[in-house]
């Protein structure tokens, strides 16, 4: 393949999570969204970047309004971005958050690529895919499954929806949840080919699957999901330790509960993983969850838009060496708008459009050839 003549489709993954639901009313208050966290966040330590705020371009919006999405994508595609990857939540045949994305399908607007990403998590109030203090359990069947589908067929033929050699892409971020996920496969394809689509081109996060390669279960592809967080200690114990004492001293920040990390030490922990199979990346742009979970949030300390474009452009440099072809050529960012996860490209009070310049740049560097 003559990597000289590919061209690159960045895509960001798009958290709806910014009007209000009944299950977030009824577990977290009325009128929760993702701002609510966002906005009560404290600093924690001196110099920690809390609370974020929202630029004055983008303000606290509210995704009731069709609108916001429309602005949203003029803003990603003035950046160079291709399209947006939707987090698609389904429980046993209940959708939510799903507002965004049925104003999207009815309307027409934004008119700009999508996908999207089946976050096949338990609802917790843990923020981190942990079963415990459920608010709704992730359940599967094989009638579901074939509901499932036959709703995601429907969308597929959406002209704007995402292929990869005309084939519509979807995401299954834990695969391994899935109980037969060779079956879930098999029977997904079968139906498309029995409704006259085009076979999904399935992708597999591996965010949750160890070194094993999800090929074998029938995916056609697989997202090197980042962050990669399992690669730091201790990021599940909220208890005080010694090492967390050391490790904070190192940032000048005197503490044993907090869990803080150098940004560019956990990027280059996961820049260098290694896999035995070639898979999209995908680049994460900061990480604080402490507006979720408080005192027991992980921090990364030290994130700037250089940083950000440096890393960015290794993993590139990576892709560029997968046997793959020409269509496959999906590059992930994570993420548009994680903003109670401090992940977010969208413009904040401190950066502005920082962050969004630098991947412009590197999309501009990657993508300026003349076809």
Same mark, same amino acid.
């Given at each position: 393949?003559?990597?000289?003549?590919?061209?690159?489709?960045?895509?960001?993954?798009?958290?709806?999570?910014?009007?209000?639901?009944?299950?977030?009313?009824?577990?977290?208050?009325?009128?929760? +969204?993702?701002?609510?966290?966002?906005?009560?966040?404290?600093?924690?330590?001196?110099?920690?970047?809390?609370?974020?705020?929202?630029?004055?371009?983008?303000?606290?919006?509210?995704?009731?309004? #069709? !609108?916001?999405?429309?602005?949203?994508?003029?803003?990603?595609?003035?950046?160079?971005?291709?399209?947006?990857?939707?987090?698609?939540?389904?429980?046993?045949?209940?959708?939510?958050?799903?507002?965004?994305?049925?104003?999207?399908?009815?309307?027409?607007?934004?008119?700009?690529?999508?996908?999207?990403?089946?976050?096949?998590?338990?609802?917790?109030?843990?923020?981190?895919?942990?079963?415990?203090?459920?608010?709704?359990?992730?359940?599967?069947?094989?009638?579901?499954?074939?509901?499932?589908?036959?709703?995601?067929?429907?969308?597929?033929?959406?002209?704007?929806?995402?292929?990869?050699?005309?084939? #519509?892409?979807?995401?299954?971020?834990?695969? +391994?949840?899935?109980?037969?996920?060779?079956?879930?496969? !098999?029977?997904?394809?079968?139906?498309?080919?029995?409704?006259?689509?085009?076979?999904?081109?399935?992708?597999?996060?591996?965010?949750?699957?160890?070194?094993?390669?999800?090929?074998?279960?029938?995916?056609?592809?697989?997202?090197?999901?980042?962050?990669?967080?399992?690669?730091? #200690?201790?990021?599940?114990?909220?208890?005080?330790?010694?090492?967390?004492?050391?490790?904070?001293?190192?940032?000048?920040?005197?503490?044993?509960?907090?869990?803080?990390?150098?940004?560019?030490?956990?990027?280059?922990?996961?820049?260098?993983?290694?896999?035995?199979?070639?898979?999209? #990346?995908?680049?994460?742009?900061?990480?604080?969850?402490?507006?979720?979970?408080?005192?027991?949030?992980?921090?990364?300390?030290?994130?700037?838009?250089?940083?950000?474009?440096?890393?960015?452009?290794?993993?590139?440099?990576?892709?560029?060496?997968?046997?793959?072809?020409?269509?496959?050529?999906?590059?992930?960012?994570?993420?548009?708008?994680?903003?109670?996860?401090?992940?977010?490209?969208?413009?904040?009070?401190?950066?502005?459009?920082?962050?969004?310049?630098?991947?412009?740049?590197?999309?501009?560097?990657?993508?300026?050839?003349?076809?």
């Amino acid at each position: 393949m003559d990597d000289i003549k590919k061209k690159y489709r960045f895509v960001s993954i798009y958290l709806p999570q910014f009007h209000p639901i009944p299950e977030n009313d009824k577990a977290w208050g009325k009128g929760f +969204t993702e701002w609510t966290n966002v906005k009560k966040s404290k600093s924690l330590f001196w110099g920690h970047n809390q609370p974020r705020v929202p630029h004055e371009s983008v303000g606290y919006y509210d995704l009731r309004d #069709p !609108e916001v999405m429309v602005k949203q994508a003029e803003m990603a595609k003035s950046h160079g971005l291709h399209g947006f990857a939707f987090y698609h939540y389904w429980f046993n045949g209940k959708r939510l958050l799903n507002l965004p994305i049925d104003n999207l399908l009815k309307t027409g607007k934004p008119d700009f690529p999508f996908y999207l990403i089946w976050a096949n998590e338990t609802w917790s109030r843990r923020w981190l895919g942990e079963e415990k203090e459920i608010i709704l359990k992730q359940t599967y069947s094989e009638d579901d499954n074939i509901r499932h589908m036959n709703w995601l067929l429907e969308v597929f033929s959406d002209p704007r929806y995402i292929r990869i050699n005309n084939r #519509p892409v979807f995401t299954i971020y834990r695969p +391994t949840s899935i109980p037969n996920i060779e079956k879930f496969v !098999e029977t997904f394809k079968t139906l498309s080919i029995k409704n006259n689509v085009e076979e999904p081109y399935l992708i597999a996060s591996n965010s949750n699957t160890g070194n094993e390669d999800p090929r074998k279960w029938g995916f056609d592809g697989i997202l090197n999901f980042e962050p990669q967080l399992g690669v730091l #200690p201790y990021i599940l114990d909220d208890r005080k330790l010694k090492a967390k004492f050391k490790n904070n001293l190192s940032f000048g920040i005197i503490s044993n509960k907090l869990k803080v990390y150098s940004y560019p030490k956990a990027k280059e922990m996961m820049v260098n993983r290694e896999f035995d199979y070639p898979y999209f #990346p995908c680049s994460f742009v900061d990480w604080d969850n402490s507006p979720r979970r408080g005192n027991n949030g992980i921090i990364l300390k030290g994130a700037t838009p250089q940083l950000f474009a440096k890393y960015l452009r290794q993993l590139i440099e990576k892709f560029k060496n997968m046997n793959l072809s020409d269509d496959e050529n999906l590059i992930m960012i994570n993420a548009w708008n994680e903003w109670a996860e401090s992940n977010y490209l969208e413009p904040d009070k401190k950066n502005g459009f920082k962050y969004l310049d630098a991947l412009k740049e590197v999309i501009d560097e990657v993508n300026s050839f003349e076809e």
